[in-house]
């Protein structure tokens, strides 16, 4: 085989790759943020999942993507494991499809699919337009490549040194890790698994060798997840180890499935007995339908195996307890007052892990860890679903029987959740601003002048909730005067430094963090004041507004 044979051949396998790639991403682009929703609401229900996995990925045409985002969403609390072993199993049967479409022999009518996909990406107008225009364009570059893919192997027929490596494939063994090795470095099942297609069609493989290739490509197809999960929490990483433990599995029950009988390959060969092209993508697509229906009923189980593995530690278990509603459940079935009730417990709850956590940025601005501030980040996690969770129990309490003035108290109490909510978002940002203090650095005499706000904020707070959790409305007039108080030590704070800033005794960058931090430490002094006065009197919140953004 010559140099320009060999350059051809990596031609074509890169116009093939960057074929699927963007028709993957013109396919993502028009679907828009509706695929990551669906992907976000896959229920509970394991067939559901494995239905919504199929869909995402025919869309998108790649595993790895759907896996990547299932990780990025179990990672971040929005999907349970046992979801996304359903989703993951439905993308190993979404991935097939594409080997069903390039066993179509559509070479001859790619030029013409090109200059379609072309003019519409370049000349129409509307992005829908051009995003359709994108994925006929990478539909027809991935036609291209396999041509031109076809026409470069064309000699390795007679090379003796090819056939000989070839030989070594008619070992299973070897021809499962020659797939999972080829698969890695391409980083997508789809893509090796269509090449492989092209080289029986070649009459370089035969039908058993590509079965087994194709077997070991389902195991290589892991990689990407494995490369994603290193920057996730241990959540994340289970996903990753949920994918290659299915795959493992799937690829021991198909080895021993068509060993044992072998008449199986013969059946599949026999739905299209002139078209090995056709035979490899109906193996690639029935291995993946057997393969999920016998490890369905053992998803749980499964599950189960990747936390042996990666054991549940202590505060992921406080995590998974927090990143759930313990008192606002079966609401539907309790008298109003007792729902209001347990929804002010569920909101009291979601009030202290805020607090704690503007503690923990506080504690982090003033003595920078890493740790800490990635378990700020967590918490605000946590409060992001708790925001969401409650308010939609609290929306769905209006459907019980209520009077005016208790439809008027949910009103109050998703206005609290609003509040505490944003607490967390100014802890964040108090993070943030610790990680800029690596630039520059602060003076003795503004440290001490954030300590204190800070420390008079923190007592805001907790009296507000306190006021909030009891209803004790006797220390209103105490709480407001300790919001003035943060308000006033705002203002004089910052005068004290715009002083030092004059005297150059701080630097510039400083300066702004400076403010940055004393500004949100204010705004989470008028949320809690918010907070205490909700539930009191709801004309003086319309009179009084506290709340910033």
């Known amino acids: 085989m010559s140099i320009f044979e060999i350059f051809t051949l990596l031609g074509g396998v890169g116009l093939f790759l960057y074929g699927m790639s963007i028709m993957s991403t013109g396919l993502k682009n028009a679907a828009g943020e509706k695929l990551a929703s669906i992907l976000e609401h896959a229920t509970s229900n ?15 045409q790649s595993s790895s993507a759907t896996d990547m985002m299932v990780i990025g969403f179990v990672n971040s609390g929005l999907m349970t494991l046992v979801q996304a ?5 439905g993308a190993n049967i979404g991935t097939t499809v594409t080997a069903q479409i390039t066993a179509f022999n559509l070479g001859l009518y790619a030029p013409v699919i090109l200059f379609v996909g072309a003019c519409m990406h370049l000349f129409l107008k509307t992005s829908t337009s051009k995003h359709v225009g994108t994925i006929i364009l990478g539909f027809g570059m991935l036609f291209v490549g396999i041509a031109i893919i076809k026409s470069a192997i064309a000699p390795l027929a007679q090379s003796a040194d090819f056939i000989h490596f070839l030989k070594n ?3 299973p063994a070897i021809a499962v890790v020659f797939g999972v090795a080829f698969t890695a470095l391409l980083q997508s099942s789809s893509s090796s698994t269509v090449i492989f297609q092209t080289f029986a069609i070649e009459g370089l493989l035969t039908f058993d060798m590509t079965v087994y290739l194709i077997i070991g490509a389902a195991i290589g197809a892991v990689m990407p997840n494995f490369l994603a999960s290193l920057t996730t929490n241990r959540n994340g990483k289970r996903t990753a180890l949920l994918n290659l433990l299915f795959n493992l599995i799937r690829a021991a029950l198909l080895i021993t499935l068509i060993n044992v009988f072998p008449q199986f ?3 599949i060969q026999s739905l299209s007995p002139d078209d090995v092209g056709r035979q490899i993508a109906n193996a690639h697509t029935i291995f ?13 189980r499964l599950v189960h195996l990747t936390q042996l593995i990666l054991p549940v530690k202590p505060e992921e278990t406080r995590k998974i307890r927090d990143r759930q509603l313990l008192y606002m459940v079966k609401n539907d079935k309790l008298p109003a007052a007792m729902a209001l009730q347990q929804a002010k417990l569920e909101i009291v709850r979601m009030g202290r892990i805020a607090r704690d956590n503007m503690k923990l940025a506080i504690d982090c601005f003033f003595n920078p860890d890493p740790k800490l501030a990635e378990e700020v980040e967590e918490v605000e996690d946590t409060i992001n679903y708790l925001n969401h969770a409650i308010t939609d129990a609290l929306v769905g309490l209006r459907a019980l029987d209520m009077s005016q003035r208790e439809l008027n108290r949910v ?8 509040d505490i909510e944003r607490l967390g978002d100014h802890a964040e940002n108090i993070v943030e601003y610790s990680a800029q203090l690596k630039k520059t650095h602060i003076s003795d005499d503004a440290r001490k002048d954030l300590e204190k706000i800070a420390t008079a904020s923190m007592v805001t707070i907790d009296q507000c909730l306190f006021i909030f959790e009891h209803e004790n409305f006797d220390l209103l007039q105490q709480a407001e005067a300790n919001e003035q108080y943060v308000d006033a030590l705002q203002i004089k704070i910052v005068n004290n430094h715009l002083d030092r800033l004059l005297h150059s005794q701080c630097e510039p960058l400083a300066g702004v963090i400076f403010t940055d931090v ?15 006065f909700a539930l009191h009197d709801y004309d003086y919140l319309a009179n009084h507004v506290y709340t910033l953004n």
């Open 46 to 60: 394991r067939f559901v999942a494995v239905f919504v996995g199929i869909l995402v990925t025919i869309l998108i």
């Open 85 to 89: 072993i359903g989703v993951i199993l």
């Open 169 to 171: 494939l008619d070992n």
């Open 265 to 267: 390959l013969s059946w």
């Open 288 to 300: 993946a339908i057997v393969a999920v229906l016998a490890v369905l009923p053992f998803t749980k």
């Open 411 to 418: 009103s109050k109490l998703m206005m609290v959740v609003t």
């Open 518 to 532: 004393a500004s949100d430490l204010e705004r989470c002094s008028d949320h809690a004041i918010n907070i205490a």
